[in-house]
């Protein structure tokens, strides 16, 4: 890895503003490729990148969403986990013989992993190309809306979107939990012994969040996980995975 890359990734920060101004096609084109360099479990690459340019389908899905930069950017990408490729390439003996696998919750997981590791690729070329991107976990808020506007076949789901635009803004780097919290050495390192790592976090975050330019306010990392645990959100995504024939044993 090159020194610029490594400087691109430590110098990423979530863009939620974007100028209007459209990407290219070779653009997209670079990011979907890079994204198809990704690691992939046993070749499979189990994922499908869906690029939106329908404006009515993007002002849905920011509907969906409930932020407006999912329609306001210079190209939207939606990252669906996909087995209904590798099913559909079989005969129908061989598909009898597969759906096992492909119901299993080891596939959904390999399904997950490899749109996330492609996502990722796609996200580090996108800020390298001097773009700027936001993840966009917020479209599963109606998990089935959005499958029924991609017109997802079965074994096909929607994880997340990629909004990647322009930048219009230049937030401040956000911080991230202590090395020591997150990089254990050979075993478990016990919730005592991250407790002083993880308050020394709370105060670091409290204070980002008092000095930054836009949106401050008084809260920490404890704070924000015990809200957001608190209150259960997508209960709808089991079912609906067992609906698409993902996930079911």
């Known amino acids: ?13 979530s863009i939620r503003k974007f100028k209007n101004q459209k990407l290219s096609e070779e653009q997209i084109q670079t990011i979907v490729t890079a994204a ?14 869906i690029g939106i340019t329908d ?3 993007k002002e849905q899905l920011a509907e969906i969403s409930g932020q407006p930069y999912v329609k306001d950017n210079g190209h ?11 099913e559909q390439i079989g005969s129908n003996e061989e598909r009898l013989a597969m759906q096992k696998s492909l119901e299993s919750s080891e596939q959904f997981i390999v399904m997950t992993i490899d749109a996330a590791l492609a996502a990722q690729n796609a996200a580090i070329t996108a800020e390298g190309l001097g773009l700027g991107i936001c993840f966009l976990g917020s479209l599963r808020n109606d998990v089935q809306k959005v499958n029924d ?16 635009g322009y930048p219009d803004q230049e937030p401040e780097l956000k911080p991230r939990l202590p090395y020591e919290a997150v990089y254990h050495h050979n075993t478990y390192l016990q919730i005592e012994k ?14 980002y969040y008092q000095i930054r330019t836009q949106n401050k306010r008084k809260d920490t990392w404890t704070e924000q996980m015990v809200r957001k645990f608190s209150n259960p959100i997508r209960m709808d995504v089991a079912p609906f995975l067992k609906m698409k024939n993902v996930n079911k044993q």
Do not use: K
């Open 149 to 164: 506007l991609l017109r997802l076949p079965p074994r096909v789901i929607p994880l997340f979107g990629l909004a990647v």
């Open 36 to 49: 198809q360099q990704a690691s992939t479990s046993s070749h499979v690459m189990a994922y499908t990148i």
């Open 76 to 86: 939207l990408f939606v990252f669906c986990g996909d087995l209904h490729r590798v």
């Open 1 to 13: 890895m090159t020194i610029s890359a490594i400087d691109t990734i430590m110098s990423h920060r």
């Open 55 to 57: 404006e009515s389908i």
């Open 194 to 207: 991250q407790l002083p790592f993880i308050q020394q976090f709370d105060q670091e975050l409290h204070d």
